[in-house]
C-alpha cells in the first residue's frame, strides 16, 4: 500500500510544482492527463465498492487468475491504456487535471483506510487488500510512467 500512496503523493508534488501535465502519460497514450487520473481513480475507488460489470467467473478464476499472478510477481504490467472499465461512467475530457487529481487521492484515502474485504476485481477475481494495493500501483505507474522519482527523473519501470 505504500507504494500506492507514494504514487498519488508524488502526483501531488508534481502539482504543487507545475508539472501536473502531459508529460506523465505513457507515449500513445488514448487519454488526455485528466481522463487518465479519472480512470485510475475509477479503479481504486471500484475496487472498495464494487465494479460494475465483471467478465464471466470462469474468466476471473482462470485466466484472470493467473494474469494477476504474473503481474504480482513481475512487480509491473501491461494492458491497453485506453480501455475503459466496463460499465463505468465516461471519462470527461475537459475536466481539469487538478479535480481529476483530487478525485484520485480521494479514492487512494478511501482505499488506504478500508479495512473490510474488498468485490472482486473484474478480470482477477478476489484480491486481498495487499494485492489491490501492488496492482493499483502498477497501474499507475504503467499509466504514468513519467511520474518524478524521488529525485526529480521520472519513474518508468518502476
Not at 130 to 153: I, Q, V
Request: glycine share 8%; hydrophobic share 45%.
Amino acid at each position: 500500500m505504500a507504494e500506492l500512496q507514494y504514487l498519488a503523493a508524488r502526483l501531488s508534488q508534481a502539482w504543487r510544482a507545475g508539472a501536473l501535465d502531459e508529460r506523465l502519460l505513457a507515449p500513445g497514450a488514448g487519454w488526455n492527463l485528466s481522463q487518465t487520473l479519472q480512470h485510475c481513480a475509477q479503479t481504486v475507488s471500484y475496487s472498495v465498492t464494487g465494479y460494475p460489470r465483471l467478465r464471466p467467473r470462469l474468466f476471473r478464476l482462470t485466466a484472470g487468475r493467473l494474469v494477476k499472478t504474473v503481474f504480482l510477481r513481475r512487480a509491473a504490467m501491461r494492458h491497453p491504456l485506453d480501455a475503459e472499465i466496463a460499465g463505468a461512467p465516461a471519462l470527461d475530457r475537459a475536466l481539469p487535471p487538478a479535480a481529476a487529481l483530487d478525485l484520485l487521492i480521494d479514492a487512494v484515502t478511501v482505499f488506504s483506510a478500508h479495512t473490510g474485504e474488498h468485490p472482486p476485481h473484474p478480470a482477477y477475481g478476489p484480491c486481498t487488500h495487499a494485492e489491490y494495493a501492488a496492482l493499483h500501483a502498477m497501474h499507475l505507474a504503467e499509466h504514468l510512467p513519467g511520474l518524478p522519482g524521488p529525485d526529480g527523473p521520472p519513474s518508468a519501470g518502476r
